[in-house]
């Protein structure tokens, strides 16, 4: 989308440019400047059109990062994990029977 952004700010500044309403020339220090000049505004543009777009990706990946934190990092980690838990239901299925 930002590179989207900048091809329609660069195609403008051309256009400009071609009918002399933006005050730089035809030669390569003029394209050069065009150039700088839509990566300036297209970068502004951006911050602010894209901001939406901004939060929504960075709380997915807030998201996964929280799931990744969440869950036991190494297998012997699960393992110990899973034996707790199999204990657990099994010290309880013994006290359900010895009473």
Do not use: H, N, W
Not at 17 to 41: H, Q, R, T
Not at 65 to 74: A, D, L, N
Not at 76 to 86: I, Y
């Amino acid at each position: 989308m930002r590179f989207s952004i900048f091809g329609a700010v660069f195609f403008v500044s051309i256009m400009l440019a071609k009918y002399k309403l933006f005050p730089v020339s035809a030669d390569a220090m003029g394209f050069l400047l065009i150039a700088c000049f839509a990566a300036v505004v297209s970068g502004l543009l951006s911050y602010v059109l894209l901001s939406k777009q901004r939060d929504e990706m960075s709380a997915q990946i807030v998201g996964r990062i929280e799931r990744r934190t969440s869950k036991p990092k190494s297998m012997k980690s699960r393992f110990a994990a899973q034996a707790a838990e199999e204990d657990a239901l099994d010290d309880a299925q013994r006290a359900s029977q010895d009473v």
